[in-house]
């Protein structure tokens, strides 16, 4: 089993979509790319803007040893301005907002993919256990300075590990993990939000919707909300008004929020199911196939089969 391959809006910064941010680390918009646990120092890569609108296929934990930033997750607001521990779900709506000057980040941050977990019965234990994934009251987790050698260690023996070909790499690594979660709950003291307030919360609003539209689209419930304006009158707010302020915290319109989503759920039904075309189609919202093998083709430059004939193998070989 392969494990490595290789204030509310806080100011006038457009945010950097997080599926964007594929030239600084590029593995983190795909489901397809040949990995499973990775490892990253935030000095070789830094944290920057950006907004976490859709469900990601891996768990984050990020150890902040140095630097300030705004967080957000979900409605809640974090002033990190001390070492801290994040625990960070794949559905959560995230955004960052980096205050730090240049060079003074420091930390890492590990990505777990999320169907991997299975293959580490321990860790999965551990995880629902002490809930610091599911709990928000749990994911954020300030530390003191005298246990950051400790953590700084633990984080290097994992890269080490996650790097190596020793033999039993898998065991060692879960049991370094349950020790960084156990060691979280002991050493840290759960961080208190503040509430989201104004145009950020209509913009968490729109996102929470969107995924909710898109990821629990199926056979039984095909997509019905596909335009900027049925999602404005949902959310009880104008077109104009919604399109604004997603333009001014994300810098893309409620129109291409909604295609980009489209497009990667897609992606997800073609290369992780076994569904026919004419039933994707017809769960995001497609009455008529040519319509989407037009949408499909127009967005991403290859047709659908194109696209599931590449990367259903790729997922096949990761799933084994």
């Known amino acids: 089993m392969n494990m490595i391959p290789a204030n509310e809006s806080a100011d006038a910064k457009v945010f950097t979509m997080l599926e964007n941010l594929s030239d600084l680390i590029p593995m983190y918009n795909s489901y397809f790319n040949d990995w499973n646990i990775k490892v990253f120092n935030r000095t070789q890569y830094p944290c920057q803007n950006y907004l976490s609108a859709n469900r990601r296929n891996f768990y984050k934990i990020h150890l902040i040893t140095q630097g300030e930033g705004l967080l957000t997750?979900?409605?809640?607001?974090?002033?990190?301005?001390?070492?801290?521990?994040?625990?960070?779900?794949?559905?959560?709506?995230?955004?960052?907002r980096s205050l730090a000057a240049p060079g003074e980040e420091k930390g890492h941050f590990l990505l777990i993919r999320k169907n991997f977990i299975g293959h580490l019965p321990m860790l999965k234990l551990t995880i629902d256990t002490l809930g610091l994934?599911?709990?928000?009251?749990?994911?954020v987790i300030t530390l003191g300075n005298e246990v950051i050698p400790r953590f700084e260690r633990l984080w290097v023996n994992i890269h080490q590990e996650v790097e190596s070909n020793k033999d039993f790499v898998l065991e060692s690594v879960q049991a370094h993990l349950q020790l960084l979660l156990v060691d979280s709950m002991r050493e840290g003291k759960f961080s208190s939000p503040e509430p989201v307030r104004g145009e950020y919360s209509?913009?968490?609003?729109?996102?929470?919707?969107?995924?909710?539209?898109?990821?629990?689209?199926?056979?039984?419930?095909?997509?019905?909300?596909?335009?900027?304006?049925?999602?404005a009158v949902s959310l009880d707010l104008h077109p104009n008004y919604l399109n604004k302020i997603l333009k001014e915290q994300t810098g893309e319109n409620v129109s291409t929020h909604i295609r980009n989503r489209l497009i990667e759920q897609v992606k997800i039904l073609l290369s992780q199911s076994s569904l026919g075309m004419q039933d994707i189609s017809y769960i995001v919202g497609f009455s008529d196939y040519s319509n989407f093998h037009?949408?499909?083709?127009?967005?991403?430059?290859?047709?659908?089969?194109?696209?599931?004939?590449?990367?259903?193998?790729?997922?096949?070989?990761l799933s084994g």
């Open 133 to 139: 994934f599911s709990n928000k009251a749990r994911s």
């Open 294 to 317: 037009y949408f499909f083709k127009n967005n991403t430059g290859i047709t659908p089969t194109e696209f599931r004939k590449v990367n259903q193998d790729k997922f096949d070989t």
């Open 202 to 231: 209509h913009v968490h609003r729109f996102f929470r919707l969107l995924e909710e539209q898109i990821a629990e689209a199926g056979l039984d419930n095909p997509l019905k909300m596909r335009t900027a304006k049925e999602y």
């Open 73 to 96: 997750i979900g409605l809640n607001h974090y002033h990190i301005h001390q070492p801290t521990i994040l625990f960070l779900h794949p559905n959560d709506i995230l955004s960052w």
